[in-house]
């Protein structure tokens, strides 16, 4: 007996592009689990913080990947039963994760883990490699872009917003230095699947992002049907 994967809708791009946002939108629109790709490898960076591996010790960090004990909830996620949340988003955590990303057996370590998010009624998934590497076959694969200049934008008034102090300047230079490192890695480098379509939210806002995607999405199942 045969068995149809659950429907599924991968978005890749660069940091700050907004997939994680629109990927929550949509996934909350259609009803549809939700996987936040990379939380799983800042989550191996905090363990590897933690245990004191160092971030260019392979084996140890993909034996730290394997034995993650990690559960997501709504707004949260845990790892040894404890509230991470805030943790993973800390900037020494960011910095971790973008190197134990660079190592070939710590994204082999997490392919399962996060293949397992594809469940029924239908997954959305956020990353640089959801539609070339982790789930080739999805239904619908997104890559969405910003200019740097745009993302520097975003990321400065959220951190304004926040009440921190930031340099727009200062953030346009680290989002070109993070898009270099993530495409030009050996492994799994940051890149559009060959069958993607590329939304461009340079001028769109959130709403305008999101119902692009649900209009593709809409078309994709109706061809399908
Ligand atoms: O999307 P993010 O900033 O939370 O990702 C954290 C790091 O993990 C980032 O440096 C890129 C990496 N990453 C990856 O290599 N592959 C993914 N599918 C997701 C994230």
Redesign the pocket.
């Known amino acids: 007996m045969s068995r149809v994967p659950a429907p599924m809708i991968a978005i890749d791009g660069p940091?700050a592009s907004g997939k994680g946002t629109i990927a929550a939108r949509v996934a909350g629109m259609l009803g549809w689990h939700l996987l936040d790709?990379?939380?799983l490898?800042?989550l191996t960076a905090l363990a590897c913080l933690q245990q004191g591996i160092a971030p260019d010790d392979a084996e140890r960090a993909a034996a730290a990947a394997t034995a993650l004990d990690v559960q997501f909830e709504p707004g949260s996620v845990r790892m040894g039963g404890r509230d991470v949340s805030a943790d993973i988003r800390r900037e020494e955590v960011?910095n971790f994760?973008?190197q134990v990303?660079a190592l070939a057996p710590v994204r082999t370590a997490l392919l399962d883990r996060q293949r397992a998010f594809r469940r029924l009624p239908g997954l959305v998934a956020d990353?640089?490699?959801?539609g070339t590497v982790v789930f080739p076959d999805a239904d619908l694969k997104i890559f969405l872009v910003a200019s740097v200049e745009a993302r520097a934008e975003r990321r400065y008034k959220q951190l304004i917003e926040k009440g921190f102090s930031a340099n727009l300047l200062t953030l346009l230079r680290d989002l070109e230095a993070?898009d270099a490192r993530?495409t030009q890695r050996a492994n799994?480098p940051l890149a559009a699947a060959s069958d993607a379509l590329v939304l461009d939210s340079s001028h769109l806002t959130i709403d305008q992002t999101v119902g692009q995607v649900m209009d593709w999405w809409r078309e994709r199942s109706a061809s399908r049907a």
């Open positions: 940091t790709s990379g939380a490898y800042r960011g994760a973008s990303a990353g640089r490699d959801m993070r993530d799994a």
